[in-house]
């Protein structure tokens, strides 16, 4: 076994006493593991071998049913895989390699409340804030449901006072707008969703999001506020990031020195956090804190208090909906077979990319404004979660992990970026999302965009031929031999993959599944990758030096500690600033 083992951390890249922990210390367990992943894998490296020339129009013409195979839909969800360079076979061997991986066992422990943040000992449950199963959920042995009920309790209630105008401002006037103050996963989450279901926002209420440190934001926003009816909430799960609770005291100082007294703080001040300490010090009465836990990650926190921005803005059957989407996601997750589950294919083909075809980056590509700031949110979910370099166990990772996400409104990005996403020398998968119905009135506009979205897949699937291309300029009333060397500038080589995922429309449901998607992707390649997807302490190291230079900023005397590029910036700031 012992032997065995060895073989396969030396398959892996791991030169024993070089990286990573000598094969002795392999228990039979991870041998096995080892063992399981590198036959997947390899049979994963043949087949990339055997199909990586195919292309994919090919494929559509011998295959009219392709759509029809792969292509998956829950509810008003269809995710169209079927151009991506796969056949059958890629799809069964993707989920071999998912079995061998435990997928079936993590996501079992993940529902049920283990601990698998094994760096933070946290249970990882934002599933149990939309379990609308009834099943209790346990941690540490009690059952987390009850608290989760009241709290979405408390803050439909507080919701409601202040969407019927029973809680007021200071003077007695109908709060008419809502900051919420943070940062990252207290912002992120809140805000892409409030964008996203706009025509669902009770008229009258504007929502604001403040959560760059930089001074002109707060001004930008406070400026547009009067203090009689703004409500400010304070969102941080930790209640001590720096750049939350410097906006948070400028926020309350602007405050008093319109209002005048620190008792009208109660009606325009609520905090949202796991540190009810830290609150109160700040001098917010905990009866006005929404509570959640530590087994909620910031960066999956939207359907927890953290929601409570979304759940004034839209309403408490609009959260309510928005957790039933997300628990429908759950359901399908966890019951429908790999081959045929959304989260899984989803991850699968961005493994397949990234490990075998050595795409770099994957784009994120919405056809609808609502979603403009998805790409953004999906970038801390996914890059905060699996850009790691170590495995759960502390050891250097065995592939490289988690592409960088990046993306904008694909229309946009049409008149941008797209030249690379079609002639680029690199590959670069993409999720198109687009939703079929709108809620816009100028119903043109929308068709105008839809017949977008669709050609650039097809055209990224199909490309451009040198035959075509010649055609194609014929038909344009030129000829080819006098167009000459453009002729080779026109081709579009094609076979660049894409996934679609169409919405019937943009609601609280449909969104909600399409988040939790997302979130379960991540979830498992972070289970392929052999990573704890639920930690970030790459964010500390900054943080920290920060701190220490902030007080060099205030000191007088020349900075000297640090290297000289660092000395000589911050030498440099403090003459001009
Ligand atoms: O620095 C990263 C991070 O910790 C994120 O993970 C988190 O979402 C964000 O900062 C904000 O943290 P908090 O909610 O504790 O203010």
Known sequence: MAERAANALQWCGIRPGTRALPEERATPAE??????????????????????????????????????????????????????????ETITLLCELAEAADLKEWRRLMFRGDKINNTEQRAVLHTALRNR?????????KDVMPEVNTEIARMAAFA???????????????????????IGGSDLGPKM??????????????????????????????QELDPETTLFIVASKTFTTQETMTNARTAREWFLSQSGDEAFIASHFVAVSTNSEA???????????????????????????????????IGEEGFSELLDGAHAMDCHFMEAPLERNMPVILALLGIWYHN??????????????????????????DMESNGKSVDRDGRPVLTTTSPILWGATGINGQHAFYQLLHQGSRLVPADFIATAETHSSLKHHHDIMMSNF??????????????????????????????????????????????????????????????????HKIFVQGVIWNLNSFDQWGGELGKQLAKSILDELNAGSAVVGHDSSTNGLINT????R
């Open 31 to 88: 041998a096995e593991h080892f063992v399981a992943m590198q036959k997947a894998t390899e049979a994963l490296m043949r087949h990339y071998e055997a199909i990586e020339s195919l292309q994919m129009r090919d494929m559509f013409a011998t295959d009219p049913q392709r759509f029809d195979r792969f292509s998956l839909e829950l509810g008003d969800l269809l995710f169209d895989y079927s151009k991506n360079r796969i056949i059958d």
């Open 193 to 222: 969703v409030c964008e996203a279901l706009e025509p669902f926002i009770q008229p009258g209420l504007r929502l604001h999001f403040l959560s760059n440190v930089d001074g002109v934001a707060a001004e930008q926003v406070l």
């Open 279 to 313: 609150v109160s010090a700040f001098g917010i009465d905990t009866d006005n804190m929404f509570v959640f836990w530590d087994w909620v990650g910031g960066r999956f926190s939207l359907w927890s208090a953290i929601g409570l921005p979304i759940m004034i803005a």
């Open 454 to 519: 669709f050609s650039q897949t097809e055209a990224l699937m199909r490309g451009r031929t040198l035959g075509e291309t010649r055609e194609a300029i014929e038909d344009a009333g030129d000829s080819p031999d006098e167009a000459g060397h453009r002729v080779s500038h026109m081709i579009f080589e094609g076979n660049r993959p894409t996934n679609t995922l169409l919405l019937r429309k943009m609601n609280p449901f449909n969104l909600g599944m399409l988040v939790a998607l997302y979130e």
């Open 356 to 381: 075998y075809f050595g795409a770099e980056s994957h784009a994120v590509l919405p056809y609808d404004q609502a979603l403009r700031s998805l790409p953004a949110y999906l970038q801390q979910l």
């Open 133 to 141: 199963s009834g099943i209790p959920v346990r941690v540490d042995g």
């Open 160 to 182: 409601v006072s202040i969407r019927n105008g029973e809680r007021r401002g200071f003077t007695g006037k109908r709060i008419s707008d809502v900051v919420n103050i943070g």
């Open 573 to 576: 700031y403090k003459r001009l």
